[in-house]
């Protein structure tokens, strides 16, 4: 789906109806697991379900097969036949990211998005959590991956912001600095 506008009307609808039942948490656990399984190693999975090769029924019977194994909720299985029938499953991930971004404001969270060289222990993803959300007064969860082209330090992503701590980074600035640094005049 190209029209951004469309996947949030469908974002929107699956959590009034989520609130409407108290599920909110329930919803987004099983939209992110259907997410989660339709990247990467899944989007075979995700070709066959939005794919038009494919009758609706074929569609359905495949995604309800999955939903069981993987115990989706009721309202998540009603709402991805939804998608399939109206030929919209393509926008699942577009979806689930504006479901996330609805639910986590109503519930006072932020995401922060957080790459490190080597995987943070424990202590340092309470640190970082505790300081963003002094930051932002909300509650944060941290979503960490291992990126070792980093050399050391941290990236962290705060919704539209940056904050850049890497070791990569800093040796690109003195790289820099020293390229563009002139020359000292001879005595």
């Given at each position: 789906m190209r029209?951004?506008?469309?996947?949030?009307?469908?974002?929107?609808?699956?959590?009034?109806?989520?609130?409407e039942a108290?599920?909110?948490?329930?919803?987004?656990?099983?939209?992110?697991?259907?997410?989660?399984?339709?990247?990467?190693?899944?989007?075979e999975?995700?070709?066959?379900?939005?794919?038009?090769?494919?009758?609706?029924?074929?569609?359905?019977?495949?995604?309800?097969?999955?939903?069981?194994?993987?115990?989706?909720?009721?309202?998540?299985?009603?709402?991805?036949?939804?998608?399939?029938?109206?030929?919209?499953?393509?926008?699942?991930?577009?979806?689930v990211?504006?479901?996330?971004?609805?639910l986590d404001?109503?519930?006072?969270?932020?995401?922060?998005?957080?790459?490190?060289?080597?995987?943070?222990?424990?202590?340092?993803?309470?640190?970082?959590a505790?300081?963003?959300?002094?930051?932002?007064?909300?509650?944060?969860?941290?979503?960490?991956?291992?990126?070792?082209?980093?050399?050391?330090?941290?990236?962290?992503?705060?919704?539209?912001?940056?904050?850049?701590?890497s070791?990569?980074?800093?040796?690109?600035e003195?790289?820099?600095?020293?390229?563009?640094?002139?020359?000292?005049?001879?005595?």
């Amino acid at each position: 789906m190209r029209d951004a506008g469309a996947a949030r009307r469908y974002a929107t609808a699956i959590v009034e109806l989520a609130v409407e039942a108290g599920s909110e948490a329930d919803v987004l656990s099983d939209l992110t697991t259907w997410d989660t399984l339709l990247t990467g190693e899944g989007s075979e999975l995700f070709h066959v379900l939005s794919s038009p090769v494919f009758s609706v029924e074929e569609r359905r019977a495949v995604m309800a097969a999955f939903a069981e194994k993987l115990g989706t909720s009721d309202l998540v299985v009603r709402f991805l036949s939804l998608l399939i029938d109206r030929e919209r499953f393509g926008a699942m991930h577009e979806v689930v990211r504006f479901v996330t971004d609805d639910l986590d404001a109503r519930a006072g969270r932020m995401r922060v998005q957080v790459r490190s060289a080597v995987a943070l222990d424990a202590g340092m993803r309470d640190e970082l959590a505790a300081a963003f959300a002094k930051a932002t007064g909300k509650t944060i969860v941290l979503e960490a991956e291992v990126e070792p082209e980093l050399l050391g330090g941290v990236v962290a992503r705060l919704g539209s912001k940056v904050y850049d701590a890497s070791l990569r980074t800093r040796l690109q600035e003195l790289k820099h600095r020293l390229i563009h640094a002139q020359a000292p005049a001879e005595a």
